[in-house]
């Protein structure tokens, strides 16, 4: 990928999506190695939603019995939400503002830095390419992303396809990046991929 244009006056922004157990979170660790700021939208969620969170209160008025003193019952608001569109954009409507706030301020403050990531699990399917530069997506063979998902604690089949489903397929994100970072490989051919791209597009950070 040659180094797209940016926005005069901020750094060059990339946004770093894939599909559920793609390696996302590894690469995203790897840019901010190299010295890349990295805005997690998950860690973003997890802070609101956990104890003393901002959202806390007009989640359990909207869905009461949800919250609790450590903060959002997942398994509780998951019940509520998963497989149910109108009830999930309920959610959405009150989580998907508060964490584009928080971006616009990191990116506020990181207005010197010559490059950032913004770490968006749902980058296409929730219009988070808005207000990104380049994209890059993180992808692996679906045997490697079967084998990790089921891996995960309290996974299974249905729940794993429930999500696919929910998620625009691998094949089409890799069409819609401008990168695509393999994460099939071993760790240190990956990191490989991640160092060359940062060099590419930040030399400074080289």
Do not use: C
């Amino acid at each position: 990928m040659s180094a797209p244009a940016k926005s005069e006056g901020r750094p060059l922004v990339i946004g770093l999506t894939g599909s559920i157990g793609m390696g996302k979170s590894t690469v995203a660790a790897m840019f901010a190695e190299l010295g890349v700021p990295v805005f997690d939208a998950d860690a973003i969620v997890r802070e609101l939603q956990g104890p003393g969170g901002a959202l806390l209160s007009v989640i359990e008025e909207v869905f009461p019995g949800s919250t609790g003193a450590e903060g959002v019952d997942r398994k509780a608001l998951g019940e509520r939400v998963f497989g149910k569109p109108d009830e999930l954009a309920r959610l959405e409507a009150i989580v998907h503002p508060a964490v584009a706030g928080r971006r616009m301020a990191f990116l506020d403050a990181n207005r010197d830095r010559p490059l950032i990531l913004f770490d968006i699990p749902l980058l296409f399917e929730k219009s988070g390419s808005d207000g990104v530069d380049a994209i890059v997506v993180v992808s692996a063979p679906a045997a490697a992303q079967r084998e990790r998902v089921l891996a995960r604690p309290g996974m299974t089949e249905a729940k794993f396809a429930d999500i696919l489903k929910l998620q625009l397929s691998d094949a089409e994100k890799r069409a819609r990046a401008d990168q695509v970072i393999d994460t099939g490989t071993s760790l240190d051919e990956t990191r490989n991929q991640v160092e060359t791209l940062v060099k590419r597009l930040a030399p400074s950070l080289a």
